[in-house]
């Protein structure tokens, strides 16, 4: 069965604890996989694409990273205004298009 | 702004009324979406547009119906709906097939049904 699974599902920090969100996934076909952050009561908000095992990605305190079975995304000492919900989606191709499958997101909180 | 807006954000209905939803995007893209987010669920496809043609409809009830008048505007009408359909709607929109940022989403609109 096609799944991904984001853990924790929640995450409490303290600032500047560095720790990493877990997106593991059974999907074939993989064409990409995509973290998106998400702040309440708006939508996701495109952070990375990986496409391959072995790519990285970095945005200020964010590094994304990816193998066959799941991806990372690592924070480095975390700021309050990090704390959001962060989505992980896997585009897989299905006959001639694509198809994303969502993870239910791991909510982070990063406290002062 | 994302690029991609979506009109009300709130939306409180009872279950005999009629509501749309509005989502535009400027963005050139002719892919549009709609998806359900419920706590603590992954994002559900309801429909997708391509090319102002519906190409999928995920087994969505009939009390939801799509409309994509041109490639920048999409609609979802609303009639009779239950409880459990209270959720975050989301519209999407990227090119046919993807792109290196997947979707750009709106902000969404928040449904309460009483």
């Known amino acids: 069965e096609d799944q991904v699974t984001q853990s924790p599902e929640a995450l409490r920090l303290q600032e500047g604890e560095s720790s990493s969100l877990n997106c593991s996934y059974t999907v074939s076909g993989l064409r990409g996989l995509f973290w998106y952050r998400q702040d309440p009561g708006k939508g996701p908000e495109f952070l990375f694409t990986?496409?391959?095992a072995g790519e990285e990605k970095e945005k200020e305190r964010l590094k994304a990273t990816l193998t066959k079975k799941e991806s990372f995304l690592h924070i480095t000492a975390p700021k309050p205004e990090d704390s959001a919900t962060y989505l992980c989606?896997?585009?897989?191709?299905?006959?001639?298009?694509?198809?994303?499958?969502f993870g239910t997101g791991t909510s982070l909180t990063v406290i002062p | 702004e994302t690029g991609v807006t979506q009109t009300p954000r709130h939306l409180v209905m009872g279950m005999t009324n009629k509501k749309s939803l509005k989502c535009e995007q400027h963005?050139?893209?002719?892919?549009m979406y709609w998806y359900k987010q419920s706590a603590k669920k992954p994002l559900e496809l309801m429909f997708v547009y391509s090319l102002e043609e519906r190409v999928e409809n995920n087994s969505v009830p009939s009390r939801f119906s799509p409309e994509c008048p041109n490639s920048s505007h999409l609609f979802l009408h609303l009639h009779t709906l239950q409880p459990e359909d209270s959720a975050l709607y989301l519209c999407?929109?990227?090119?046919?097939?993807?792109?290196?940022?997947?979707?750009?989403f709106g902000s969404g609109t928040r449904l309460t049904v009483v």
């Open positions: 989606a896997v585009q897989a191709q299905r006959g001639t298009g694509n198809q994303f499958y």
């Open positions: 963005l050139g893209h002719n892919a």
């Open positions: 999407a929109s990227s090119s046919p097939g993807g792109s290196n940022y997947g979707y750009t």
């Open positions: 990986l496409y391959s």
